[in-house]
């Protein structure tokens, strides 16, 4: 079995996240906008099976399960994602890394 390389230590200090107590906040907001986001993916699954009913009626019950299942996974996906994204950001975990490029290799 190869040897692990040792962990990366961080010349800014540990993240929010690293902390249990610091990061159950953090989250819980996170938790928060998913719900939000379902929330909202719900609403749009509604609005687009009303429009989709007054435009062709009922066609087939596949053609609004397709919709709601499109639609719904491309919004919680896009809301899980960019919510990674927003909280690895605001809680520092992005600054606590090290650099390993941070000389002029690349420049």
Known sequence: MPDRPPPLKSSHGPSALDDPMRAAPIWAHYRR?????????LGVIGIVWVYLYHLFGL????????TALGIGA???LMAALMGLVFL???SGHDDAIEDRLEDETWK
């Open 74 to 76: 491309t919004i919680m």
């Open 88 to 90: 690895s950001n605001a």
């Open 33 to 41: 906008m998913l719900r939000l986001a379902g929330d909202v993916s």
């Open 59 to 66: 066609v087939s019950i596949h053609l609004y399960i397709a």
